[in-house]
T-cell receptor, first 115, second 114 residues
Framework: GNSVTQMEGPVTLSEEAFLTINCTYTATGYPSLFWYVQYPGEGLQLLLKATKADDKGSNKGFEATYRKETTSFHLEKGSVQVSDSAVYFCALSKIQVQGAQKLVFGQGTRLTINP | SAVISQKPSRDICQRGTSLTIQCQVDSQVTMMFWYRQQPGQSLTLIATANQGSEATYESGFVIDKFPISRPNLTFSTLTVSNMSPEDSSIYLC???????????FGSGTRLTVV
């Protein structure tokens, strides 16, 4: 079946540090891949996505590249800010033309950025 | 992308009672999804709600405990029935469109059962 594995948290960094949150997946076929962010007390927001191999999703300084050969979608940011403190979820979905498919989430990684 | 209004945003309920959560979307969507996020955990899909048909429940979730209504293409409700403290979670609704790769989430309902 489809599954997503994220690096365990919590992750604590200092402001302006480089961030990597690892994500690997198991799926048949060619899933779409997502990173969602959940800020304290809020719902989930789509951060970025990639729909095919070698695609790079980017938003708010975050990037992730769809690597089919390593079945990975690692999240990176060159210089984190205190406002990036949140829980980050990696997720996959199988592409369906006739209907949206459910998302499968990783366990989430809590990120804390200290000033 | 769609805008979702979910309510209530939070509630504290007595064990043995039921709570109905509402999800209103600003556009017509085929599928709506209900998720549960237990404290400190990831999201688990409860069921998929299609307009005009019975909801499809995931393993471990049953209709008697989590009845769902989907009266039209913009609205759905999830009821958490006969609640116990183990039901204390955040419940979120989500929508996706055919051929779309992005999913929009409501802001969630934080439920505490005492």
């Amino acid at each position: 079946g489809n599954s997503v594995t994220q690096m365990e948290g919590p992750v604590t960094l200092s402001e302006e540090a480089f961030l990597t949150i690892n994500c690997t997946y198991t799926a048949t076929g060619y899933p779409s891949l997502f990173w969602y962010v959940q800020y304290p007390g809020e719902g989930l927001q789509l951060l970025l996505k990639a729909t095919k191999a070698d695609d790079k999703g980017s938003n708010k300084g975050f990037e992730a590249t769809y690597r089919k050969e390593t079945t990975s979608f690692h999240l990176e940011k060159g210089s984190v800010q205190v406002s990036d403190s949140a829980v980050y979820f990696c997720a996959l979905s199988k592409i369906q033309v006739q209907g949206a498919q459910k998302l499968v989430f990783g366990q989430g990684t809590r990120l804390t950025i200290n000033p | 992308s769609a805008v979702i209004s979910q309510k209530p945003s939070r509630d504290i309920c007595q064990r043995g009672t039921s709570l109905t959560i509402q999800c209103q979307v600003d556009s017509q969507v085929t599928m709506m999804f209900w998720y549960r996020q237990q404290p400190g955990q990831s999201l688990t899909l409860i069921a998929t709600a299609n307009q005009g048909s019975e909801a499809t429940y995931e393993s471990g979730f049953v209709i008697d405990k989590f009845p769902i209504s989907r009266p039209n293409l913009t609205f759905s409700t999830l009821t958490v029935s006969n609640m116990s403290p183990e039901d204390s979670s955040i419940y979120l609704c989500s929508v996706g469109r055919p051929g779309n790769y992005g999913y929009t989430f409501g802001s969630g309902t934080r439920l505490t059962v005492v």
